[in-house]
């Protein structure tokens, strides 16, 4: 059974750091583009960081970069997502998701084959 289950979210000040959690089973990571994305309340859901393993390129969206650092643990099956000096502008239900190994998955969120349940993000004082 396929399943990706994130880890790692809650409340967190700003300027504060928070990592999030995604552990896949059911397929191996290293065949698939894996990433990131949120979606906050009125507003759609939207990419903020995509790893392609076909060519090894990083996206981020650009209201992250810089503060948002994607990284895989091939070993685990497990991607994370460091977020520091979060605003509270950050504030959404993060979801992890994967994808062909090919395209832009973070800005073609159609081509995502799998999708995790989410976890909240909440940045406030």
Not at 7 to 18: E, R, T
Not at 41 to 49: L, N, Q, T
Not at 93 to 117: E, K, R
Request: charge should be negative; include cysteine; glycine fraction near 12%.
């Amino acid at each position: 059974q396929v399943q990706l289950v994130e880890s790692g979210g809650g409340l967190v000040q700003p300027g504060g750091s928070l990592r999030l959690s995604c552990a896949a089973s059911g397929f191996t990571l290293d065949y698939y583009a894996i990433g990131w994305f949120r979606q906050a309340p009125g507003k759609e859901r939207e990419g903020v960081s995509c790893f392609s393993s076909s060519d090894g390129t990083t996206y981020y969206a650009e209201s992250v970069k810089g503060r948002f650092t994607i990284s895989r643990d091939n070993a685990e099956n497990t991607v994370y997502l460091h977020m520091n000096s979060l605003k509270p502008e950050d504030t959404a239900v993060y979801y992890c998701a994967a994808g062909p190994p090919w395209g832009s998955m973070c800005v073609i969120p159609s081509l995502v084959h799998y999708w995790g349940l989410g976890t909240q993000v909440t940045v406030s004082s």
